[in-house]
Structures are given as C-alpha cells and as structure tokens.
C-alpha cells in the first residue's frame, strides 16, 4: 500500500525559510510525476509544484515562481519543496501527491491518486 509521509513544515517569520520532504513507500517511486498542493482554511486545494519522474519536467504555479523549488531523489524515494522568501499567504498545509502520469491537468488535485496527510506552513508578518 502506498505512503506518503510530509515533514519540514513549521512557524517562520516573513521572509524566511522551509523545505519540505514527502517520503513515500509503496510506489514505484522513480516513475511517478510528483505535486506539490496546498490548502488555506476556507480555500480550495491549489497547485503549487509538480516534478516529473526523471526531474527534468518541472513546473510551478505562478504565485511561487523564484521563491519554491522542487526536487526529488529517487534513490530516497523523496520529493522536496524548497521554500525561500516566505510570505503571509503562503501558510496552509501543504500535501504532497503522486500519480503515474503526466498530463496537461498535473496542476489539477483530482488529476492525483496518492496523497499524504499534509504538513502545515505557517508564515508570520
């Protein structure tokens, strides 16, 4: 059965930093695009980032172009999201999600079948 386990999330000051990792088991890691989504309270999940398997597919939603990067190891079976310049509206929690493959809907959370439980990002002004 496939995990998907987040961690690295926490309180930061405007400004600063977080990365944050999803480790999955149960997939076959190196050939799954990976997303990155997150969720405000009383907002709609919305995109963040996706990978594709090999890395060299990548893309963001505008909102985080030149402040969130995504990377993965696939020989750790993780995905990670950098996150520099934090904002106030950057918190929410934040998923990471898995599915087998790419599409022109990968910013699309219905496009995803394998979700984690999220890990929350709360950024202070």
């Known amino acids: 059965q496939a995990q998907l386990v987040e961690s690295g999330g926490g309180l930061v000051q405007a400004g600063g930093s977080l990365r944050l990792s999803c480790a999955t088991s149960?997939?076959?890691?190196?050939?799954?695009?990976m997303g990155w989504f997150r969720q405000a309270p009383g907002k709609e999940r919305e995109f963040v980032a996706a990978i594709g398997p090999t890395g060299v597919i990548i893309r963001y939603a505008d909102s985080v172009k030149g402040r969130l990067t995504i990377s993965r190891d696939n020989a750790k079976n993780t995905v990670y999201l950098q996150m520099n310049s934090l904002k106030p509206e950057d918190t929410a929690v934040y998923y990471c999600?898995?599915?087998?493959?790419?599409?022109?809907?990968?910013?699309?959370?219905?496009?995803?079948?394998?979700w984690g439980h999220g890990t929350q990002v709360t950024v202070s002004s």
């Open positions: 149960g997939l076959t890691f190196s050939t799954y695009i």
């Open positions: 999600a898995g599915e087998q493959a790419w599409s022109s809907r990968y910013s699309d959370p219905r496009n995803y079948g394998y």
